[in-house]
C-alpha cells in the first residue's frame, strides 16, 4: 500500500522483485554496503518466474484486502516530516533559495524522524507529529551549530521543555540501540516471513 500511494508509485512485481531480493542469499538488507559496485550480484538467486510472480502478487492482493478492512479503510496518517520543513521555514533557517548549511540542516532534521521509527519507546505512537518535529529540529540545530532566534521557541508550536528534553535525550540514544540491536543479529539474519518470525518468537526470553 506504502508504494502505491509513495510520490513514485511502484507497481506489484516491483514490490515482489525487492522481496524475493531481500531473501534471497546474497541480500544485503542487514549490512547494506557503501560501495555498491563491490557488491556481487546473482540475478538467478532471486528471480521470479512467471507462474512465481502470479502466485505471490495473489497472496500480496489478499494480503493488502485483510490490512485494509482491519484499518477500517483509514489509511490517513499524520507525520511530522512535512512539519518539520515548515517549521524550520518559518524560524528563518531554510530560505527559497537553499544555502549549504540550510539544506544540512534540513536533511539531517529528516534524518532524526526517520531514526525515530526505530525507536523502541514507539515515538510516534506517543507523541504528536508537531513535537516530534520540534525534537528533531532541535538536535539537528544542536549538531550543527545553527542558532535559532527567541530562547524558547518550541513553545510556538505548543511542546513544552519535559517533553522536548524526553524526546531528545530518546533520539539521541537510538544510534547506541540500534549498534546493540546489530550486534545481537551479527551472526543470524533478520525474520522476513511468517516461518521465521515464529520461529524467533519461540526463542527462549524473546517475548520478555
Known amino acids: ?116 521509527l526505530l525507536s523502541p519507546q514507539l515515538f510516534y505512537l506517543t507523541h504528536q507529529p508537531p513535537a516530534l518535529a520540534v525534537a528533531a529540529i532541535y538536535l539537528a540545530t544542536r549538531e550543527l551549530g545553527v542558532k535559532l532566534t527567541g530562547r524558547e521557541w518550541w513553545e510556538v508550536y505548543d511542546v513544552d521543555r519535559e517533553e522536548l528534553g524526553f524526546l531528545v535525550v530518546g533520539m539521541g540514544s537510538i544510534r547506541a540501540w540500534v549498534e546493540e540491536e546489530r550486534a545481537k543479529w551479527a551472526d543470524r539474519s533478520c525474520p522476513l516471513n511468517v516461518e521465521e518470525v515464529e520461529h524467533e518468537l519461540s526463542r527462549p526470553g524473546v517475548e520478555e
Not at 513514485?8 to 549490512?31: D, G, H, I, M, T
Not at 555498491?36 to 493488502?64: G, N, Q
Not at 482491519?70 to 490517513?76: A, E, K, M, Q, Y
Not at 515548515?86 to 534540513?106: N, R
Open 1 to 116: 500500500m506504502t508504494a502505491k500511494i509513495s510520490f513514485l508509485p511502484q507497481s506489484p512485481r516491483s514490490v515482489l522483485n525487492v522481496y524475493a531480493y531481500l531473501l534471497s542469499p546474497k541480500s544485503r538488507f542487514l549490512e547494506p554496503s557503501p560501495d555498491y559496485e563491490s557488491i556481487s550480484l546473482e540475478p538467478d538467486s532471486y528471480y521470479l518466474s512467471e507462474s512465481d510472480y502470479h502466485s505471490l502478487r495473489t497472496k500480496l492482493f489478499a494480503t493488502e484486502s485483510l490490512v485494509l478492512r482491519t484499518l477500517s479503510f483509514n489509511t490517513h496518517v499524520s507525520l511530522p516530516h512535512h512539519l518539520a520543513l515548515t517549521y524550520l521555514q518559518t524560524l528563518g533557517v531554510l530560505p527559497s533559495a537553499p544555502t549549504a548549511t540550510s539544506k544540512a540542516l534540513a536533511q539531517r532534521t529528516l534524518a532524526h524522524l526517520n531514526t525515530a
